[in-house]
């Protein structure tokens, strides 16, 4: 039987990604899990039928953009038109160089991380959202997103271009009832911290989702980084 409504987090794992499925799962959405490990992702998905969720999992990397939007392609014949898309891998360490270290190969990662991925995904997922006449699309980034760090060019220059990609579609997009909106977690996900326990994200998430007032919002103060 095809959901009626579809939860589709790119990045999943066992911390935000479980939080939001959970979250999401609560209100009746089917979910949709994608990252590269299958099995990670089943194992995911068998915890969240215990909670009587239903969740599959479609494995793709980011960092390959064809596979991706199939992954989705896939999620959405199966389970449903996506009408929520959350955009929420976890940067590799390695894309956090000093900024006189990066040269131009050391930004193909972050580029492809946070800026091919994401674009694969929304057009992939948009065709049906406009046909629902609804929408949800959710970027979630580190604090380098609204301050670059000096000590972490990769990810500040990547996730600058992925704001203002999130910020252009905000504007074209809400006329037509697709909603986009960004996330800024400064410094870490902290299981048990009173603003960003993964809990606490995806209840953030959810009010997003069905506030629906404008493109940046902010887990915790800057300055916790």
């Known amino acids: 039987m095809v959901g009626v409504n579809t939860v589709a987090i790119v990045g999943a794992g066992p911390g935000l990604g479980a939080a939001v499925a959970r979250r999401f799962g609560r209100e009746g959405y089917d979910v949709a899990l994608v990252a590269r490990d299958r099995e ?46 959350q955009y929420s891998p976890v940067p590799h360490r390695d894309f956090m160089l000093p900024v006189l270290e990066t040269g131009h190969r050391q930004l193909t990662g972050p580029i492809e991380f946070s800026v091919y991925g994401p674009v694969a995904a929304v057009r992939q997922v948009l065709p049906g959202m406009r046909e629902l006449g609804r ?72 009010g997003m989702h069905r506030e629906r007032r404008g493109f940046r919002h902010f887990a915790d103060d800057l300055d916790s980084r």
């Open 135 to 206: 929408g949800t699309i959710l970027l979630v980034n580190g604090g380098t997103a609204a301050v670059p760090h000096i000590e972490r060019a990769g990810t500040s220059i990547a996730f600058a271009a992925e704001s203002a990609y999130g910020h252009l579609l905000h504007e074209r997009l809400a006329p037509e009832g697709v909603h986009v909106a960004q996330l800024v977690v400064p410094g870490a996900i902290t299981p048990g911290h009173p603003r960003k326990d993964p809990a606490v994200l995806a209840e953030m998430l959810w």
């Open 40 to 85: 990670r992702l089943d194992a995911l998905a068998g915890e969240l039928a215990a909670d009587g969720i239903r969740a599959r999992g479609f494995p793709a990397d980011v960092r390959e953009p064809e596979r991706l939007a199939g992954a989705l392609a896939e999620a959405g014949r199966e389970l449903g038109t996506v009408e929520v898309l």
